[in-house]
């Protein structure tokens, strides 16, 4: 098992060149190890719902949408006064050890006005490149921040 402070270790491909399904794959494999140290272990073992308060931070939020026999689905977010922000939809992968956000509630939906499948297909691996930098940058800060769950 890797743990946080060896992470530094893990070849990550990913923050200088976003392109490849192996790259995307590795940044779904930091995303667990981000999320397993937020979780102060494994997610599937996670009551329904967590929350995590520390000085000076909004209160962050972690919902379990779904549970099977090797996926979970998580709703991740700070909690505002009257806002949530970011609303990410995470799909966990238990036995392969990877996270993948699958949907943030304020990106704007993906177009349909491609002209071409490959196009659509580029347009979809950059927004997912896009989603899950942001979930590994944002897992780092709530780290950093001192959120835990668990």
Not at 22 to 44: F, I, K, T, W
Not at 117 to 136: G, K, P, V
Request: charged share 25%; proline share 4%.
């Amino acid at each position: 098992m890797i743990r946080m402070s060896q992470e530094s270790l893990i070849a990550s491909t990913w923050r200088a060149k976003p392109r490849g399904f192996v790259a995307l794959m590795q940044l779904y494999e930091s995303n667990y190890l981000r999320l397993r140290h937020l979780c102060g272990g494994d997610p599937a073992r996670l009551g329904d719902e967590c929350l995590s308060v520390v000085a000076d931070g909004c209160d962050l939020r972690l919902q379990v949408l779904e549970r099977s026999a090797y996926t979970l689905t998580l709703q991740l977010t700070h909690l505002f006064d009257h806002e949530r922000y970011p609303d990410v939809r995470l799909r966990v992968y238990c036995d392969a050890r990877l996270v993948q956000a699958q949907q943030c509630a304020q990106e704007p939906p993906a177009g349909r006005d491609a002209p071409a499948q490959a196009i659509a297909a580029d347009r979809e691996l950059r927004q997912r490149w896009a989603r899950n930098i942001m979930l590994n940058k944002w897992l780092e800060y709530c780290l950093d921040l001192g959120h835990r769950f668990g």
